[in-house]
């Protein structure tokens, strides 16, 4: 019982972590995705859909806005 416990958390950790519908909305932490649709959908009347998504990760394009500004900064210098 205890592993089926401990696999079923993990499963669950990774749903959130990876599944859009169950990770937190980004505005407001206390609330996942679905439920901000569900949410929507009943102000506004009609099902609210998600058509496409950007995906992001945290640090994501630091790494080329550094190299982009140093460049910059190397072409003022010339």
């Known amino acids: 019982m205890a ?7 993990r499963l669950r950790k ?4 990876v599944v859009l519908m169950e990770q937190e909305f980004i ?5 996942n995705v679905k439920t901000l649709l569900d ?3 009943k102000e506004v009347g009609s099902p609210v859909k998600i058509k496409s998504f950007f995906r ?4 994501e394009g630091i790494q080329r ?14």
């Open 3 to 9: 592993i089926d416990k401990i696999v079923e958390g």
């Open 56 to 59: 992001m990760e945290v640090g």
């Open 65 to 78: 806005l550094e190299e982009s500004s140093t460049s910059e900064n190397l072409a003022e210098a010339v």
């Open 39 to 41: 949410k929507l959908s």
């Open 14 to 17: 990774y749903d959130e972590e």
């Open 27 to 31: 505005v407001d932490d206390s609330v």
